[in-house]
Protein backbone atom coordinates (compact mmCIF):
# COMPACT_ATOMS: atom_id res chain seq x y z
CA UNK A 1 0.00 0.00 0.00
CA UNK A 2 1.56 3.70 -1.09
CA UNK A 3 2.72 5.63 1.88
CA UNK A 4 1.68 2.69 4.43
CA UNK A 5 3.65 2.61 7.52
CA UNK A 6 6.27 -0.03 7.68
CA UNK A 7 9.87 0.46 7.53
CA UNK A 8 10.06 -1.02 3.82
CA UNK A 9 8.06 1.21 2.26
CA UNK A 10 8.06 4.06 4.51
CA UNK A 11 9.17 6.79 2.19
CA UNK A 12 7.46 5.23 -1.17
CA UNK A 13 4.65 7.47 -1.19
CA UNK A 14 4.69 9.34 1.53
CA UNK A 15 3.72 12.70 -0.51
CA UNK A 16 1.19 11.39 -2.07
CA UNK A 17 -0.34 9.88 1.42
CA UNK A 18 0.26 13.54 2.08
CA UNK A 19 -1.61 15.06 -0.25
CA UNK A 20 -4.57 12.52 0.14
CA UNK A 21 -4.75 13.72 3.82
CA UNK A 22 -4.93 17.05 2.73
CA UNK A 23 -7.65 16.41 -0.23
CA UNK A 24 -9.57 14.54 2.18
CA UNK A 25 -9.80 16.76 4.84
CA UNK A 26 -13.50 18.46 4.55
CA UNK A 27 -14.68 15.81 2.79
CA UNK A 28 -14.33 13.14 5.75
CA UNK A 29 -15.96 15.38 7.81
CA UNK A 30 -18.91 16.05 5.39
CA UNK A 31 -19.35 12.58 5.71
CA UNK A 32 -19.59 12.98 9.25
CA UNK A 33 -22.06 15.60 9.03
CA UNK A 34 -24.12 13.14 6.50
CA UNK A 35 -23.95 10.36 8.75
CA UNK A 36 -25.71 12.21 11.70
CA UNK A 37 -28.25 13.21 9.12
CA UNK A 38 -28.60 9.63 7.78
CA UNK A 39 -29.00 8.24 11.06
CA UNK A 40 -31.79 10.84 11.76
CA UNK A 41 -33.74 9.64 8.85
CA UNK A 42 -33.20 6.00 9.75
CA UNK A 43 -34.16 6.56 13.65
CA UNK A 44 -30.97 5.76 14.62
CA UNK A 45 -29.20 7.92 17.57
CA UNK A 46 -28.15 11.34 15.45
CA UNK A 47 -27.33 12.90 18.76
CA UNK A 48 -25.13 9.94 19.83
CA UNK A 49 -23.56 10.14 16.07
CA UNK A 50 -23.22 14.06 16.73
CA UNK A 51 -21.48 14.10 19.91
CA UNK A 52 -18.88 10.86 19.27
CA UNK A 53 -17.67 12.40 15.92
CA UNK A 54 -16.70 15.36 17.95
CA UNK A 55 -15.46 13.93 20.62
CA UNK A 56 -13.69 10.95 19.39
CA UNK A 57 -13.12 11.61 15.86
CA UNK A 58 -9.24 12.86 15.83
CA UNK A 59 -8.75 9.47 18.25
CA UNK A 60 -7.99 7.35 14.45
CA UNK A 61 -4.33 7.64 13.61
CA UNK A 62 -5.27 9.15 9.90
CA UNK A 63 -6.02 12.86 10.28
CA UNK A 64 -9.32 12.12 8.68
CA UNK A 65 -11.19 8.77 8.94
CA UNK A 66 -11.84 8.99 12.11
CA UNK A 67 -14.48 11.50 11.92
CA UNK A 68 -16.85 8.99 9.46
CA UNK A 69 -15.76 6.17 11.52
CA UNK A 70 -16.88 8.25 14.73
CA UNK A 71 -20.36 8.94 13.47
CA UNK A 72 -21.28 5.48 12.87
CA UNK A 73 -20.18 4.44 16.21
CA UNK A 74 -22.26 7.02 17.67
CA UNK A 75 -24.93 6.28 15.19
CA UNK A 76 -25.06 2.80 15.89
CA UNK A 77 -23.83 2.79 19.98
CA UNK A 78 -21.14 0.68 19.59
CA UNK A 79 -17.40 0.77 20.39
CA UNK A 80 -14.70 0.82 17.56
CA UNK A 81 -10.94 0.35 17.73
CA UNK A 82 -9.03 -1.79 20.35
CA UNK A 83 -6.72 -4.51 19.69
CA UNK A 84 -6.40 -5.26 15.22
CA UNK A 85 -4.47 -7.09 13.41
CA UNK A 86 -2.77 -5.67 10.47
CA UNK A 87 -0.34 -8.28 8.36
CA UNK A 88 -0.34 -10.28 11.20
CA UNK A 89 0.50 -7.99 13.79
CA UNK A 90 -1.36 -6.50 16.22
CA UNK A 91 -2.13 -2.71 16.60
CA UNK A 92 -3.67 -1.31 19.78
CA UNK A 93 -6.15 1.76 18.94
CA UNK A 94 -7.86 4.34 21.09
CA UNK A 95 -11.19 3.41 21.18
CA UNK A 96 -14.05 5.73 19.64
CA UNK A 97 -18.01 5.38 20.68
CA UNK A 98 -19.27 3.75 23.39
CA UNK A 99 -20.23 0.38 23.77
CA UNK A 100 -23.83 0.34 24.20
CA UNK A 101 -24.24 -3.01 22.36
CA UNK A 102 -22.42 -5.57 20.72
CA UNK A 103 -20.87 -5.35 17.25
CA UNK A 104 -23.53 -7.95 15.31
CA UNK A 105 -25.04 -9.52 11.89
CA UNK A 106 -27.74 -6.98 12.78
CA UNK A 107 -25.34 -4.18 13.88
CA UNK A 108 -23.41 -4.74 10.56
CA UNK A 109 -26.65 -4.72 8.72
CA UNK A 110 -27.65 -1.34 9.96
CA UNK A 111 -24.25 0.14 9.23
CA UNK A 112 -24.62 -1.27 5.46
CA UNK A 113 -28.15 0.49 5.80
CA UNK A 114 -26.92 3.96 7.24
CA UNK A 115 -23.82 4.01 4.11
CA UNK A 116 -26.17 3.65 1.65
CA UNK A 117 -28.67 6.01 2.79
CA UNK A 118 -25.42 8.27 3.75
CA UNK A 119 -24.26 7.44 -0.52
CA UNK A 120 -28.12 8.71 -1.76
CA UNK A 121 -27.40 11.56 -0.03
CA UNK A 122 -24.05 12.91 -1.07
CA UNK A 123 -24.88 11.74 -4.49
CA UNK A 124 -28.34 14.05 -4.71
CA UNK A 125 -26.11 17.07 -2.99
CA UNK A 126 -23.63 16.58 -6.09
CA UNK A 127 -26.58 16.56 -8.51
CA UNK A 128 -28.08 19.45 -7.46
CA UNK A 129 -24.48 21.26 -6.76
CA UNK A 130 -24.10 19.74 -10.80
CA UNK A 131 -27.60 20.74 -12.24
Not at 27 to 51: E, M, N, Y
Request: aromatic share 10%; no cysteine.
Amino acid sequence: MVGYRNDRYRYLGWASARGDDVANFIPSRLTALLFVLSSFILGKSWRGAWRTTWRDGRKNPSPNSGYPEAAMAGALGVQLGGKNFYFGRVEEKLLIGEPERSIDRDVAKESLRLMIVNSLIAVIIAMIIIV
